[in-house]
């Protein structure tokens, strides 16, 4: 069974104040990786799809990287506008898609 | 381009009582899916449409029903309302499936 555990649940962090979220994953063939925004009261935003093992994605502040078992978000230097939900999920067929429960992530200023 | 829009945003049902949550999209996605978000549980996937007129149950379809009979809209019937169908419901689209997905903006269902 496709299995996705987020951590950590929650995150404070200062404005400027590097992180990174994990997303550890079991899969029996990864058709894709692929990480959300979610905001309060708002549907989940895609961000960036991972394929294979190396690969990275950037997006201004964000970059997502990916390994055989986990994915990293790493939020360099952030802003309190990324505040947000961050989800992760992965594709192991055409149909199935499994998603984690977030990273609820709060940069104060 | 509106993408994936969903209505209403809230509802309040009586136990017992149906509705239609409604899902339109004018992103000429093949794919669409309805997903349930609970507090501390991932997005449950309840039932897909791989397109006009093919639909299959996701991983939590018991008490609800969906329909496609054209590409662009998906609406879920929720027949005899119980309060564990208390949620927030998505709708998303997709061109394949297993690919990034377009979410609407959810509807919040109370069931009292």
């Known amino acids: 069974e496709d299995q996705v555990t987020q951590s950590p649940e929650a995150l404070r962090l200062q404005e400027g104040e590097s992180s990174s979220l994990n997303c550890s994953y079991t899969?029996?063939?990864?058709?894709?990786l692929f990480w959300y925004r979610q905001d309060p009261g708002k549907g989940p935003e895609f961000l960036f799809t991972?394929?294979?093992a190396g690969e990275e994605k950037e997006k201004e502040r964000l970059k997502a990287t990916l390994t055989k078992k986990e994915s990293f978000l790493h939020i360099t230097a952030p802003k309190p506008e990324d505040s947000a939900t961050y989800l992760c999920?992965?594709?192991?067929?055409?149909?199935?898609?499994?998603f984690g429960i977030g990273t609820k992530l709060q940069v104060i200023p | 381009n509106a993408g994936v829009t969903q209505t209403p945003k809230f509802r309040i049902l009586k136990i017992g009582q149906s509705m239609t949550l409604q899902c339109t999209q004018d992103?000429?996605?093949?794919?669409m899916y309805w997903y349930r978000q609970d507090p501390g549980m991932g997005l449950k996937l309840i039932y897909y449409?791989?397109?006009?007129?093919?639909?299959d149950k996701g991983e939590v379809p018991n008490g609800y029903n969906v329909s496609r009979s054209t590409t662009e809209d998906f609406p879920l019937r929720l027949e005899l309302a119980a309060p564990s169908q208390t949620s927030v419901y998505f709708c998303?689209?997709?061109?394949?499936?297993?690919?990034?997905?377009?979410f609407g903006q959810g509807t919040r269902l109370t069931v009292v």
């Open positions: 999920a992965l594709s192991g067929g055409y149909q199935k898609v499994t």
């Open positions: 992103m000429n996605h093949n794919y």
């Open positions: 899969v029996s063939g990864l058709r894709g």
């Open positions: 449409s791989v397109g006009a007129g093919i639909t």
């Open positions: 991972l394929y294979s």
């Open positions: 998303a689209g997709a061109k394949m499936g297993g690919t990034e997905a377009f």
